[in-house]
């Protein structure tokens, strides 16, 4: 398992061969042990190495925590040691141990079952602030599409507006878009005339041909001006 090449990042000697150190312990728990065990148990292999006389070498400061990618275990063994395959067969089981020894084991146990669980503890608490950190960029990605989109209908509403006043009032049909509501801005700057002493909106004016008036007059024998006004 040690010299497996495919797992070197996951397990391997340490820096002088009389150990061996085991590095991010859920990807450990999960590609490696299957492999070599019947379980995927990390508290379960350690446990395991306690009964052949292995020992856990690091310890980490009381109330450190990190995440499970970032520690590291290592173990040691009198007799396991780097290119020395024959002392490997020295390397035995305990013999039934006595009471104080096997609760020190169980405590062992739970100690490691306590690191891992502060491990998924301390990783559950990094995704939660990931992703609130990610939910609140969306919300502030948000919050400028929309004043950007608000900037964007003010100007065009103040463009169509301008039109319509160079066009006395009215859209031209080639830009009268459906969906599209823009009031005409001297809709805008009249009072409705449904309000009390509101002015009736000012109208386009309209060209009428007026009929030119005729004077008709009749000779009077008092007075020389015209009598009559059709």
């Not at 509501?181 to 041909?209: I, R, T, Y």
Request: proline share 7%.
């Amino acid at each position: 398992m040690v010299l497996d090449d495919q797992f070197q990042h996951l397990i391997t000697w340490s820096y002088t061969g009389s150990s061996f150190i085991v590095c991010n312990i859920m990807e450990f728990s999960r590609d490696v042990l299957p492999k070599h065990f019947k379980h995927n148990n990390f508290s379960s292999f350690v446990r395991q190495l306690n009964m052949y006389g292995f020992h856990k070498v690091n310890k980490s400061p009381r109330g450190h925590r990190t995440s499970a990618e970032n520690q590291i275990w290592e173990f040691s063994h009198p007799k396991f040691i780097r290119g020395r395959a024959e002392f490997l067969d020295d390397i035995k089981r305990k013999a039934m141990e006595t009471s104080d020894q096997q609760q020190r084991l169980v405590n062992g146990d739970l100690q490691v079952q306590m690191n891992m669980v502060q491990s998924s503890q301390s990783d559950m608490l990094q995704q939660v602030s990931t992703l609130f950190e990610n939910f609140n960029h969306v919300i502030k990605e948000l919050h400028e599409t929309k004043l950007k989109q608000q900037s964007q209908e003010h100007l065009l509403r103040t463009m169509m507006n301008y039109i319509c006043q160079q066009n006395n009032g009215q859209l031209p049909p080639e830009l009268n878009m459906d969906g599209l509501h823009l009031e005409p801005l001297h809709n805008k700057l009249q009072p409705h005339p449904s309000q009390p002493g509101a002015a009736v909106p000012l109208q386009p004016p309209v060209s009428v041909k007026q009929t030119p008036s005729i004077f008709v007059t009749a000779h009077h024998p008092n007075s020389a001006s015209p009598t009559h006004l059709l």
